[in-house]
């Protein structure tokens, strides 16, 4: 199978890459620099070249306080360049694994999030992450929709790296304990996405490592199994000011996953020490 592959500098896009060559794909991995997904023309020449059959879209402007300040660029890249790649997808008749997030959700309550709840996005970022859910629905018929959370991989900064940084310069750190969710593993999540685009299993999905927890609790666990005696202190989001909102509830059911037939992620504090091995 040929797969393409966006946003390769970025922590899942590596990891994509890696695993579609494990398999003996032919894959081509691409960013920016190779394909900016703003410029239709450019899209359309490489897919002229590398014709693939699948594309994994990881390309997107993920930077999700300054995209409150830089509205109109990270819509260009997350509406309208994934809009670009669905009418060629379309064209091309490939099948589109997308990447979306658990911030299109308003993440009120305590209930775990079914892919088919309404989206109710708090900030830019997952506005515009779900206009480009949209424009796939819109124009693509053999799709995959996998929204997923709290992202770490070794390819690229994350929250991981960020607290192993402060708890070894400061000794203390300060996490919020009031916003619930799952940590996610590109490794491990990656396995799943070839899974998907190896299947016509089409559709919206949630995919993150399993269990749930709050920031706070991840940090405790980071520090236990790095070893660090660090000073970790809960404090509520309203004592945490930053410019884009997050939700509170960032729970999401992966039930249609194993429904589906695909094998579920291994708990989250599984992936996180087997991670902190890598690193």
Same mark, same amino acid.
């Given at each position: 199978?040929?797969? @393409? ?18 398999? *003996? ?15 239709e023309g450019k899209i359309r020449e490489v897919f002229s070249r590398v014709c693939p059959e699948a594309v994994v879209h990881c390309a997107a402007y993920t930077a ?13 890249? +997350? ?16 099948? @589109? ?5 658990? %911030?299109?959700?308003?993440?009120? *309550? ?23 859910e949209q424009a796939i629905r819109r124009y693509v018929e053999k799709y995959f929709i996998v929204r997923i959370s709290w992202v770490f991989g070794v390819n690229g ?9 402060? *708890? ?16 996610? %593993? ?5 396995? @799943? &996405? ?8 089409y559709g919206i999905y949630h995919a993150s490592n399993e269990g749930f927890c709050s920031w706070y609790e991840f940090a405790r666990e980071i520090f236990r199994l ?22 509170? +509830? ?14 579920? &992620? ?14």
């Amino acid at each position: 199978m040929k797969v @393409l592959v966006t946003g390769i500098h970025g922590q899942l896009g590596h990891d994509v890459m890696e695993e579609c060559k494990k398999r *003996g794909y032919d894959a081509v991995g691409v960013d920016v620099e190779e394909m900016d997904i703003t410029d239709e023309g450019k899209i359309r020449e490489v897919f002229s070249r590398v014709c693939p059959e699948a594309v994994v879209h990881c390309a997107a402007y993920t930077a999700v306080d300054k995209a409150e300040d830089e509205e109109e660029i990270c819509r260009l890249v +997350n509406g309208k360049g994934t809009e670009n790649i669905a009418k060629v997808c379309r064209e091309q008749d490939c099948k @589109l694994l997308y990447l979306s997030t658990d %911030y299109v959700f308003q993440g009120e *309550g305590e209930r775990p999030w079914e892919p088919e709840d309404e989206a109710n996005p708090l900030n830019i970022y997952g506005q515009t992450k779900y206009e480009g859910e949209q424009a796939i629905r819109r124009y693509v018929e053999k799709y995959f929709i996998v929204r997923i959370s709290w992202v770490f991989g070794v390819n690229g900064g994350n929250f991981v790296k960020t607290m192993l940084r402060l *708890g070894r310069e400061n000794g203390a750190v300060k996490v919020v304990d009031d916003q619930i969710g799952s940590p996610t %593993y590109t490794r491990d999540l990656s396995v @799943l &996405l070839v899974d998907m685009i190896e299947s016509e299993k089409y559709g919206i999905y949630h995919a993150s490592n399993e269990g749930f927890c709050s920031w706070y609790e991840f940090a405790r666990e980071i520090f236990r199994l790095a070893g660090l005696s660090v000073e970790v202190t809960p404090v509520d989001t309203d004592q945490f000011p930053v410019k884009a909102k997050r939700p509170k +509830n960032s729970r999401m059911s992966k039930e249609k996953i194993v429904k589906s037939g695909f094998n579920q &992620l291994p708990s989250w504090e599984n992936a996180l020490e087997r991670y902190l091995k890598e690193l």
